[in-house]
Structures are given as structure tokens and as C-alpha cells.
């Protein structure tokens, strides 16, 4: 497909460089990529790749803008306190890059809508901030045969990684299950330094960016830690995906998602939701 004028200019950075170029372009217009939680992480996550003209950007929260976000979440505004997530979100992007389709999704992601969810977009970021919310996506994702990021930040200290269906482990390979509730503090407990979103949520969005276009390599077997007090990025290799993997093995005993955290909200609630998921999908 030929770029029109303002294509040209908009995206001239990427059209020049020589793993991107016209080719390249175009495949990140015709992309679908979905963010889970326009927080920390999905802030810059949304704002870069709508920026680099992914065409249709998903992105999925059930909160509202409230004012202890704006330290990290950059997607938002003051202006924006008590407005949907989503809608703030979508409303900056757009405003960004008015060429990009931004499908927004208020609702809380579980197991009886994420499968659907997922289905329709080439590449998931997980910017959620807890560990119920990571398996869920890890698994529904394995499940759906979808690639995906996962990230996660505290203090001053972040860490990603990348899963593509057949080439590497999941992230239930590595870190098995869910820990016990509030055995682990989270950012609103223990804190985080507000640029760390903005590093590890824009490292995801390389990823979706690599992934889509076709380039470079991904964080297959590899979790990428950042300490930024010590300024040390660091690669640990992964072990190997062994078939032993309930999820992603040979033989899986998780063949659905699981709600490892009650959805907060009743069953007309959540009957609601997916009635919202399905108009957005028409």
C-alpha cells in the first residue's frame, strides 16, 4: 500500500532507516496490538507506538485517572482526574496521531472475556501491576496462540520479557505460580520512582514495534532487568521450555484462564462488560 503525503512525512524517521523503511511501515499500519492497563507501563507503551503508527492500538482498563497517578502515568492529564482510563488515554493518542484507531475497553480483564479479548490484535503488552492479572494474560495468550510482553516495576527496579508462541518459555515457565496474597509488596505499597514506567513501558513497546515489522530480536528466553539506582541493565537466560509447562507443555493441565483474584463486580456487572466487549468487536 502507498503512504500518502502526510504518511511520508509523519513517519520519515522510520521510512529511512533500513530495517523499516516503506515495507515496514506498512506493517505497523496494518498491526493490531492490545495493552492491558494504562498505568505506569501502558502509558508510554500507548503513546509510542501510537506515535510510530501502529494502525489499531487496543487498550484495556477498568480504573479512573485518579491524581496519585500522574507521577508516572504520562498518558494522563490534571485535567484528566476522574475521567475513564481509557478514555484519557485514547484522547491523547489520537490527539498524537489522528491516523491511528484507538478501541477502548472499560471493563475489568478475567477469565470469561479476555480469550475474546485478545483475539483480534497480533501483540499483547502486559502493563498491569499484579500478579493474578500476569498469569491470566500469560496463559490466555498461550491459550490463544498470541505473543506477548511482560513487565513489571517496583521501587527503582524493572524487569521484561517476551513470549512468541513455539520459540521460547512463557512466563509461567519461569515463575511457576502466582505467590501468596500480599506476600509480595505492590508500587502502591513499597513505591516506585515515576521514570521507571517510562522506561520499561517503552521497552515493550520496541518489543510490539521488533515483533511486528520483523526485525532485531525479542526477548525470547530472556528477562531484561534494570536497576536504575546502580544505571545496570542486565539479560538472564531463561531455562528452556521443557514440555513440562502447564500451560504451554506438551501435555497442558490449564486449558482455560483462571481467576486467581475475584473480578470486582457482580454477575449483571460483568454480563455489561461483555456486552461492551462485543460492541466494541462489531
Do not use: W
Request: charged share 20%; aromatic share 6%; hydrophobic share 40%.
Amino acid at each position: 500500500m502507498a503512504l500518502n503525503d502526510e504518511q511520508i512525512e509523519r513517519y520519515s524517521r522510520h521510512i529511512i532507516l533500513k530495517e523499516v523503511g516503506v515495507k515496514g511501515q506498512n506493517k505497523l499500519l496494518n498491526a493490531k496490538v492490545l495493552i492491558i492497563g494504562a498505568g505506569g507501563l501502558g502509558a508510554p507503551a500507548a503513546m509510542y507506538l501510537a506515535a510510530a503508527g501502529v494502525g489499531t492500538i487496543g487498550i484495556a482498563d477498568a480504573d479512573v485517572v485518579d491524581l496519585s497517578n500522574l507521577q508516572r502515568q504520562i498518558i494522563h492529564a490534571t485535567a484528566d482526574v476522574g475521567k475513564p482510563k481509557v478514555q484519557s488515554a485514547a484522547e491523547t493518542m489520537t490527539a498524537m496521531n489522528p491516523g491511528v484507531k484507538v478501541n477502548t475497553y472499560q471493563l475489568f480483564v478475567s477469565a470469561a472475556n479476555i480469550r475474546e479479548l485478545i483475539r483480534d490484535y497480533d501483540f499483547v503488552i502486559d502493563g498491569t501491576d499484579n500478579f493474578p492479572a500476569k498469569f491470566l494474560i500469560n496463559d490466555a495468550c498461550v491459550i490463544e496462540k498470541k505473543p506477548f510482553s511482560h513487565a513489571g516495576i517496583i521501587r527503582f527496579k524493572g524487569q521484561l520479557m517476551t513470549y512468541i508462541p513455539g520459540q521460547g518459555p512463557c512466563y509461567r515457565c519461569v515463575f511457576k505460580d502466582p505467590p501468596p496474597k500480599d506476600a509480595v509488596p505492590t508500587c502502591k505499597q513499597a513505591g516506585v520512582i515515576g521514570a521507571m514506567g517510562g522506561v520499561i513501558g517503552s521497552l515493550q513497546a520496541m518489543e510490539a514495534i521488533k515483533y511486528i515489522v520483523g526485525v532485531g530480536e525479542n526477548l525470547v528466553g530472556r528477562l531484561l532487568t534494570y536497576d536504575a539506582l546502580k544505571n545496570d541493565f542486565h539479560t538472564i537466560r531463561l531455562p528452556q521450555a521443557n514440555g513440562k509447562c502447564p500451560v504451554c507443555g506438551e501435555n497442558p493441565t490449564i486449558t482455560e484462564p483462571i481467576d486467581y483474584e475475584q473480578p470486582p463486580c457482580d454477575l449483571k456487572e460483568a454480563k455489561a462488560a461483555q456486552q461492551k466487549l462485543a460492541e466494541a468487536r462489531a
